[in-house]
């Protein structure tokens, strides 16, 4: 079937959002740790992780001033620091509850069922329950002008994961260590490896590594 | 185990690309389709694909000029127009051999055994064998300065998928449709739907729908 544009701008606004969401793919969710400058800890799902660079390593996410993720919008802001924080797959409910409208003195950690960590003295918190943590400096806001959405850029300052999820060429198989992805705001997914693949070439087909 | 900014740094630097291109995520694979001033057809893969918003419906990608994706990149700012292509599983070595630094006036459609198909007059090419094809619109180019990526935004024209991937609210299960996810530059996924949670609110905890 066909769905053209004056059909998509004719839509009922929840019927469209969740079109456009859920179809614009699957992702990583993680959990964004925060802590305000009155020291109130925040913790957020997101599903917009986007690679920008991996020297310097640069990661950015996207987001939407208008909803409950401005608290970690202005913590990052306000303190330079925050956590991506992976998600098991036995903890989507846990995670998805925190896209609920907390107060903003209340800690989602708390309500959540989640728990706070502290490692290595950085100025973030992260969630106990992530099989993989990385502490992010923030570097860069753009305001994306079109619809007022903002693309955070931070730069990664460590990463805890397993060891046995690292190959021997870098390779983090994500799979492996479980961790959840998901599509649109409430559809969540686990993922299975097929293949990695050699380096393309124009003169050669793809082997399986 | 722990690794920091300073181990990051010192890391060879295909380890370290490998290691933070695979960790930011499982994602979406998808081919953009486009077409140079000179008719010569471009397809190549990407996974940056970031939703932006849904009323208008808008949607990114990350480009990087100084790789293959360059011509993808020229063609766009050229004709304004480009396609979105989601990738079958079965498709993945094809998919990946888009990546192939081809002379700019190839086909990687034919290089790659991909077919091009035209739909609706629209201007850029779709890849026929793609299980979901989205006509696509420039609408602003975002340059990254911390390291001259590029974020191209575009407002989706129409969509063409099956009836049966729809649910009633708008959802599109991207499982069903068998598209394949994938993470870093060569490794391929493909997920599973594990569930639906109903809208978080404070007061209570999430169903499955």
């Known amino acids: 079937m066909i769905i053209d544009a004056t059909q998509l701008s004719q839509f009922e606004s929840r019927y469209r959002a969740t079109l456009i969401n859920s179809l614009a793919g699957i992702k990583q969710a993680f ?53 991506f924080n992976f998600v098991h797959q036995d903890d989507a409910e846990k995670a998805h509850q925190t896209s609920a409208k907390y107060a903003s003195e209340t ?30 400096k923030f570097e860069e806001k753009i305001d994306i002008a079109i619809n007022g959405t903002i693309l955070i850029i931070g730069s990664i300052q460590f990463i805890d994961l ?28 686990e993922a299975h490896l097929l293949q990695r693949l050699s380096y393309a070439k124009p003169e050669k087909w793809p082997n399986k590594l």
């Not at 502290?118 to 990385?134: D, G, M, W």
Request: charge should be negative.
């Open 162 to 189: 397993q060891e046995e999820w690292l190959s021997s060429d870098g390779f983090v198989d994500l799979a492996k260590a479980k961790t959840l992805t998901c599509a649109g705001l409430d559809a969540y997914f």
């Open 31 to 83: 959990l964004i740790g925060s802590k305000s400058s009155d020291g109130i800890s925040n913790v957020a799902i997101f599903n917009s992780l986007m690679h920008i660079g991996a020297n310097p390593p640069l990661w950015g996410f996207v987001c939407r001033p208008d909803t409950v993720q401005r608290d970690t919008l202005r913590n990052i802001l306000e303190t330079g620091h925050y956590t």
């Open 107 to 136: 800690s989602e950690f708390e309500a959540c069922g989640l728990h706070e960590y502290s490692l290595s003295n950085f100025p973030a918190p992260f969630v106990t329950e992530s099989p993989i943590k990385i502490g992010m």
